[in-house]
């Protein structure tokens, strides 16, 4: 009887520490659902990552769109030549230390390739606006993950309350049978068994604030909060046309096939894959392009003075003679009369002076490349039917998900009316049970078996009725309407 004591106290005292530390503060902000996925939203490393993924497929449709711009490309070098070299400019041999430059510049521009670059960039449109729908699918799945923690807090607060209340109930009918004992009106045997009761609500209200506690912490933590976290979240009003299933599951999958963004990805995926298969099969085509290049070159070894005919004048000795009659007399020629028109001929004139321009048409013929461009195409086919399936796989789990909800929420529909009914019927048994208790008229056993099944019945009745909310708040989530309560 001792040892029955002592533990009885200790229980008492270790759900009296519990409750203290762990229990949700009264003045600890309450969360709203809203606010709770708005911060996991914000918080969520997974819909981050999904942000950067679709700047990437942004990035490669720019790319793709630049494609259909003319390539162009510069260069240049500088070297200096040590003895006997090759004048770039003249072509003749020199032996001296010159220094030389070269310039070019050359651009392509494709004007066939089978529309691979128009196959490429549709391609890039479709992968960038399936990274959207994947942006859109991360955030969804963090919404319903935060809706069935947030769900989850609420029921086990319920069961939480639920068990203070018996709690209490069991206490206060303890003090009354003290007192009916200690006047001889009970027997003692009925106060232990109280006790003992009591000592069994308490540890079950600890199990409730475990579960209360572990169910706060797992929503902390999809909110990427710290454990320590003071919070209490906003407890729902239900209505009775909450209970209420409008839609089949025929009518919600119909629905959710045109607003889900995993069933949007998947399709897009595919055209994408279709759009891939076009471009690879443009490697089987003939490619025509337009070059253009132009370069000049420097040599010190021509940088000398420059002059240029301006005129003839004649020749101060004679170049032959004529024989007139028998008389021989000299003969003069004409030589070119040169003026200088720079001292040196530098590199901004001979750059200019020597540019070489050049503009061709390309037409590349594949004839065999060692089955490269086969092999694209027989891959982009495979992806193509790998995407088919994986849409369609979608959509299989997309209508299995439905499906499986609108049962459940069914269940819980028809659970919920059925334990509302229990509840009402066990607590008009436990008034009159404990009536008849006080009064002498029923057995301690038989009122604790009345107080027992209240107990069991309430907690039947907040499980069926948070598993019907999170139900229905998922089968209007796939309808497109928001989740709020």
Request: charged letters at 20%; one cysteine or more.
């Amino acid at each position: 009887m001792i040892r029955s004591l002592s533990i009885i106290a200790f229980i008492s005292c270790l759900s009296f520490t519990i409750r203290a530390q762990d229990v949700p503060a009264s003045d600890a902000k309450e969360w709203t659902l809203q606010e709770c996925v708005k911060i996991a939203l914000d918080n969520n490393l997974n819909v981050r990552r999904s942000v950067y993924n679709m700047e990437g497929f942004k990035v490669g449709l720019f790319q793709s769109k630049m494609a259909f711009l003319p390539t162009v490309n510069a260069g240049g070098s500088y070297g200096q030549n040590y003895g006997r070299a090759l004048n770039p400019v003249t072509n003749g041999f020199i032996n001296r230390n010159t220094d030389n430059i070269n310039v070019q510049a050359n651009s392509s521009l494709t004007l066939f390739n089978g529309l691979r670059l128009q196959n490429s960039f549709r391609q890039s449109q479709r992968d960038y606006m399936a990274s959207e729908q994947d942006l859109e699918k991360a955030k969804n799945d963090v919404i319903i993950n935060v809706v069935t923690l947030y769900v989850n807090v609420i029921f086990n607060q319920e069961l939480y309350d639920n068990a203070r209340y018996q709690l209490n109930s069991s206490q206060q009918q303890l003090e009354r049978i003290k007192k009916q004992v200690a006047v001889g009106g009970l027997p003692k045997a009925d106060e232990l068994n109280q006790e003992a009761q009591v000592a069994t609500n308490e540890v079950n209200l600890i199990n409730q604030e475990n579960a209360l506690n572990l169910s706060l912490l797992q929503l902390k933590q999809a909110m990427q909060l710290p454990g320590s976290t003071p919070m209490r979240v906003e407890v729902p009003e239900l209505q009775a046309e909450d209970l209420i299933i409008e839609d089949s599951p025929d009518q919600v999958y119909d629905i959710a096939l045109q607003s889900m963004p995993e069933i949007k990805s998947a399709t897009l995926k595919v055209e994408s894959a279709v759009l891939g298969l076009k471009a690879s099969k443009g490697s089987l085509y003939p490619r025509l392009s337009l070059n253009g290049s132009a370069a000049s070159n420097y040599s010190s070894a021509s940088d000398v003075p420059l002059t240029t005919i301006v005129g003839t004048a004649p020749t101060t000795d004679p170049v032959g003679t004529a024989n007139v009659g028998g008389t021989f007399y000299p003969v003069f020629g004409l030589q070119p009369v040169t003026q200088v028109v720079s001292e040196g001929y530098g590199r901004r004139d001979q750059l200019q002076d020597n540019l070489f321009k050049q503009v061709n048409l390309s037409l590349s013929i594949p004839i065999f490349n060692g089955w490269q461009s086969r092999s694209s195409v027989q891959r982009a086919a495979i992806n193509h039917e790998i995407a088919s399936i994986n849409e369609q796989q979608t959509k299989n789990t997309l209508r299995q998900t439905i499906e499986t909800a609108y049962n459940d929420a069914l269940a819980a529909s028809k659970s919920y009316t059925a334990s509302l009914k229990q509840v009402n019927a066990r607590e008009e048994a436990y008034r009159m049970a404990k009536q008849r208790f006080e009064l002498g008229g029923l057995s301690y056993f038989e009122y604790q078996i009345s107080e027992n099944d209240l107990f069991q019945s309430k907690s039947d009745l907040a499980r069926a009725k948070y598993n019907f909310v999170f139900k229905k708040k998922i089968l209007d989530f796939y309808q497109g309407k928001p989740i709020d309560y």
